[in-house]
């Protein structure tokens, strides 16, 4: 398959929160947000509750794919940063460990160089985190332990899902 | 590829809806919407031109409940269905789950049905896909028009393989929540072996 599927545990969530926690303090951000590259969201932080983050998760990855779409025409891999500039509010898009998307979203209280400065160093603590993550995953599936919770799903489980 | 969150346990799953130009994909997801309780649904995205033609995508993120203790999110997007927009077709079909593929019932659109099944098989090939082995269903849409190709050719034509397919009018909701069900109990069931 062109992407593994991507699978969250619960000490690295607490780990990538903090991360992001930190960044909202230390960049003066209102909401900071993770995507899986194929538009769902892993988490958020901030003033989250005032957005559509669903949403934002999904046209942010659609962005992504677009704008890596236009780097392969002019011969790049890929941009690594996207930045978008509103009247009040700007965000800060980035790619982290190749295949998470980090949103920035701030305002006048704080400045694109910070949020560039701070996102860095955010940016190789999470891509560590995802690197665990990944070997997680893989010493999971190479000892063949399996706590998947559908293993045992019948098709009443999911005839139940849409009365 | 779905997306496990043991520590808020949900599971996301992305559905992609293909097909011809006007064959009716941003119906299907109009449909469902307007019958999905509030609580269950998010905002429907779409992103068309002015003659409602869709420009890059429709997404509706559906929350249809839980199983065995994790919340279960299905994500629905739409591709442009008009043949210049291969580029955004196959950025969509990123990660995907399971397909949907729309056909125009309609005599003078089998061509374009055709052009535009062989056009799912090559692009989600370019993603590493397998047409064949991922979770996919056909459905037959408009259903209510005049000058009606019959099941028996459709199929033979265009699901020469024997997935789940199902008669639709998107307009008036016949055949789109079946669609989406099968689609989805793919999915699940695929997920189920891990």
Same mark, same amino acid.
């Given at each position: 398959?062109?992407?593994?599927?991507?699978?969250?545990?619960?000490?690295?969530?607490?780990?990538?929160?903090?991360?992001?926690?930190?960044?909202?303090?230390?960049?003066?951000?209102?909401?900071?947000?993770?995507?899986?590259?194929?538009?769902?969201?892993?988490?958020?932080?901030?003033?989250?509750?005032?957005?559509?983050?669903?949403?934002?998760?999904s046209?942010?990855?659609?962005?992504? %794919?677009?704008? =890596?779409? &236009?780097?392969?025409?002019?011969? !790049? /891999? +890929?941009? *690594?940063?996207?930045?978008?500039?509103?009247?009040?509010?700007?965000?800060?898009?980035?790619?982290?460990?190749?295949?998470?998307?980090?949103?920035?979203?701030?305002?006048?209280?704080?400045?694109?160089?910070?949020?560039?400065?701070?996102?860095?160093?955010?940016?190789?603590?999470?891509? %560590?985190?995802? =690197?665990? &993550?990944?070997?997680?995953?893989? !010493? /999971? +599936?190479? *000892?063949?332990?399996?706590?998947?919770?559908?293993?045992?799903?019948?098709?009443?489980?999911?005839?139940?899902?849409?009365? | 590829?779905?997306?496990?969150?043991?520590?808020?346990?949900?599971?996301?799953c992305k559905i992609v809806y293909?097909?011809?130009?006007?064959?009716?994909k941003t119906?299907n997801l109009?449909?469902v919407y307007?019958?999905t309780?509030?609580?269950?649904k998010g905002?429907m995205i779409?992103?068309?031109?002015?003659?409602?033609?869709?420009?890059?995508f429709d997404f509706l993120p559906l929350?249809?409940?839980?199983?065995?203790?994790?919340?279960?999110r299905f994500h629905l997007y739409t591709?442009?269905?008009?043949?210049?927009?291969?580029?955004?077709?196959?950025?969509?079909?990123?990660?995907?789950?399971g397909?949907v593929?729309?056909?125009?019932?309609?005599?003078?659109?089998?061509?374009?049905?055709?052009?535009?099944?062989?056009?799912?098989?090559?692009?989600?090939?370019?993603?590493?896909?397998?047409?064949?082995?991922?979770?996919?269903?056909?459905?037959?849409?408009?259903?209510?028009?005049?000058?009606?190709?019959?099941?028996?050719?459709?199929?033979?034509?265009?699901?020469?393989?024997?997935?789940?397919?199902?008669?639709?009018?998107?307009?008036?909701?016949?055949?789109?929540?079946?669609?989406l069900?099968?689609v989805a109990?793919?999915?699940?069931?695929?997920?189920?072996?891990?």
């Amino acid at each position: 398959m062109a992407n593994p599927q991507m699978v969250m545990y619960d000490e690295e969530f607490q780990q990538i929160n903090a991360v992001i926690e930190k960044l909202l303090r230390e960049a003066n951000a209102k909401v900071i947000f993770l995507v899986d590259k194929n538009g769902q969201l892993i988490t958020g932080c901030g003033e989250t509750e005032r957005f559509d983050t669903t949403s934002l998760a999904s046209l942010t990855a659609g962005n992504i %794919a677009a704008t =890596g779409g &236009l780097a392969k025409l002019i011969g !790049e /891999k +890929e941009f *690594s940063i996207l930045f978008h500039e509103g009247e009040k509010d700007n965000l800060h898009i980035s790619i982290v460990a190749g295949r998470v998307i980090l949103v920035v979203l701030f305002d006048s209280r704080s400045s694109l160089g910070l949020v560039r400065l701070r996102v860095k160093k955010a940016s190789e603590e999470l891509s %560590a985190i995802f =690197g665990r &993550l990944t070997e997680k995953a893989a !010493e /999971k +599936e190479k *000892s063949g332990e399996s706590d998947f919770p559908f293993a045992e799903i019948t098709d009443d489980d999911i005839d139940n899902l849409f009365n | 590829m779905s997306f496990i969150n043991y520590a808020s346990r949900e599971i996301n799953c992305k559905i992609v809806y293909y097909g011809p130009g006007l064959c009716g994909k941003t119906t299907n997801l109009q449909y469902v919407y307007q019958k999905t309780a509030p609580e269950a649904k998010g905002k429907m995205i779409s992103l068309a031109t002015e003659t409602e033609r869709t420009l890059f995508f429709d997404f509706l993120p559906l929350a249809l409940g839980e199983i065995r203790g994790f919340k279960t999110r299905f994500h629905l997007y739409t591709v442009p269905g008009q043949v210049f927009y291969d580029a955004s077709r196959k950025l969509i079909l990123k990660g995907v789950d399971g397909v949907v593929f729309v056909a125009d019932s309609q005599e003078e659109r089998m061509d374009a049905n055709i052009e535009s099944v062989e056009n799912l098989r090559i692009n989600l090939e370019e993603q590493g896909y397998d047409l064949d082995k991922i979770p996919y269903v056909v459905q037959y849409n408009k259903r209510d028009l005049p000058n009606l190709v019959s099941v028996e050719e459709l199929r033979r034509e265009l699901n020469p393989t024997g997935v789940p397919d199902f008669e639709a009018c998107a307009t008036t909701g016949e055949g789109v929540f079946e669609t989406l069900k099968a689609v989805a109990k793919l999915i699940l069931h695929d997920l189920k072996k891990g």
